[in-house]
């Protein structure tokens, strides 16, 4: 990169939640920053916004209970002064037990801190190699544009690895059939409704269970995703299958016409956020027992749970548009009308965004990452966001914020004070420092903080989780007074 830059300069690429985070918590810190941003001169095919932290799959930053690890996650965040937090919090939209914002909002909000912020000059341009100067962070997530991918593969070599994700469609309020479906929570647990039309839960994937007769999810993500059941959510639009829709609907994804993989690429789908059509292929009921599975809701019309349940969540606080939740896909786009028109209450449903597949560029962090998530072949080359291996929204902003904190005690010559393992904070660095036969991206799970004592006895999963909850928050607020 060029120009003069003082030993205290850092250098972040890319304006996602990761760099975004990153370049705010360096400059809150007293250091010059440079965010480079490659939009409006370039955009991947996901986006579609100039703004700074563009939220291209969902707008869910899933579960906020503190028995849940992302739960967990965001509140720990909250209290060390996260940017990413406060604007979630400020452009909040009705999601019961779990966070979701408007994604305009919250872009808008993000940028407007970035480039009002005195420290942090905002450069909108390609970077195509790494850059030279140090230190860098690169944070340019999950859609690295090729120039730059290629730059980072030849530094790491053959560990450099990518995979496919899938985004969901968006479909006009106005286009659903309001008859046909209906608004509840699972088990009637849902929170307050604003707005004319609701609905809920998390990026990517599954609504609220990911669990799958072929294909079980992990114990500990299962846990977390019931703890979002049960929480629930009044804004969920139900839309109910008999089932002979239901097994018309499995036949009609699974038998459509999808995008294909080019020939070099070896597409590598992320388990938490699956194309529909891919869980649809692995058995007829994958669905039923996943994202449509109907426990908890009973339809007002017929007073019986109904055979299969396609759930949809607001995209604005207005709730103007819906998002198919557990519907990303990679089916063409003439095959999306036709498949999800079979919804009942979609039958003559505007799409405002088809679904669509992108690129997730991520390095074998366990391997190549040293504890200040900087490139052991590449000191002074730092890694932050899904680019490390770390998935999902949350993930991303924390994982911008502790490489932040760790480069800037770097920078003042004191000794790395990482968060404690104990921490969900701290489980983004277990994470990508624990080596695995074929390293995956991953959410936070309760998996990566550090387990109770095993002296203060043997607690049921849920009083454990939330006995892990007191203490990371215990021992975040330890170390933050300490820092």
């Keep these: 990169m060029n120009g003069a830059e ?10 996602g939640l990761a760099g975004c985070e990153a370049a705010y918590q360096l400059a809150q810190r007293g250091l010059r920053v440079r965010l480079v941003e490659m939009k409006p001169h370039k955009r991947t095919p996901a986006q579609t916004s100039d703004r700074l932290a563009e939220l291209v799959c969902s707008n869910s930053m899933r579960g906020a209970a503190l028995s849940n690890a992302v739960g967990l996650l965001k509140e720990e965040l909250r209290r060390v002064g996260s940017l990413a937090l406060r604007c979630a919090d400020e452009t909040s939209v009705p999601a019961g037990g779990a966070l979701a914002v408007d994604r305009e909002r919250f872009a808008e909000a993000m940028t407007r801190e970035i480039e009002a912020h005195p420290r942090i000059t905002l450069e909108r341009r390609e970077v195509t190699e790494i850059p030279e100067g140090r230190p860098v962070i690169l944070a340019t997530g999950p859609l690295t544009s090729d120039a730059l991918a290629a730059s980072l593969a030849a530094a790491v070599g053959a560990e450099h690895l990518a995979y496919y994700d899938a985004i969901a469609p968006i479909v006009s309020a106005d286009s659903i059939d309001w008859s046909r479906v209906w608004k509840q ?13 609701s609905a809920p839960q998390e990026r990517g994937a599954q609504p609220e269970s990911a669990a799958q007769p072929e294909r079980a999810a992990p114990p500990e993500d299962a846990a977390e995703r019931r703890d979002d059941a049960e929480v629930g959510d009044e804004a969920y639009v139900n839309c109910p299958f008999d089932e002979a829709q239901y097994k018309a609907f499995v036949r009609a994804l699974v038998e459509s016409e999808k ?26 009921q994958t669905l039923a027992f996943g994202p449509m599975k109907p426990v908890g809701l009973t339809d007002p019309r017929t ?19 819906y998002n198919l939740v557990g519907f990303q896909t990679r089916m063409k786009y003439a095959e999306q009308l036709r498949v999800f028109r079979m919804v009942p209450g979609l039958e003559e449903a505007e799409f405002l965004r088809m679904g669509s597949v992108h690129r997730n560029t991520f390095v074998n962090a366990p391997a190549l990452l040293g504890p200040a998530m900087e490139l052991r072949a590449l000191p002074g080359v730092h890694l932050a966001g899904q680019i490390s291996g770390v998935e999902g929204y ?30 969900a ?31 203060n006895g043997r607690l049921r999963k849920r009083a454990r989780y939330e006995a892990m909850a007191e203490r990371a928050l215990r021992d975040l607020d330890a170390w933050w007074a300490a820092g």
Aim: with cysteine.
């Design 6 to 15: 003082s030993p205290r300069d850092v250098v972040v690429v890319g304006g």
């Design 303 to 321: 007073g019986r749970r109904p055979y299969a349940v396609l759930q949809l969540r607001p995209e604005d606080e207005a709730a103007t548009a």
């Design 425 to 455: 904070l701290g489980g983004i660095l277990t994470h990508l420092g624990r080596k695995q036969p074929s390293y995956q991206p991953s959410n936070i799970t309760w998996a990566h903080i550090a387990p109770l004592d095993p002296a």
């Design 185 to 197: 929570s699972r088990y009637g647990k849902g929170g307050a409704v604003r707005g004319e039309r």
């Design 394 to 423: 949350v993930e991303s902003a924390a994982a911008g914020f502790v490489c932040a904190i760790l480069l800037a005690q770097q920078l003042r010559n004191e000794p790395l004070r990482p968060p404690p393992p104990t921490t």
């Design 259 to 284: 995008v294909e993989a080019r020939d070099f690429e070896e597409v590598r789908y992320f388990e938490g956020c699956l194309p529909c059509e891919v869980m649809a292929a692995r058995g007829e």
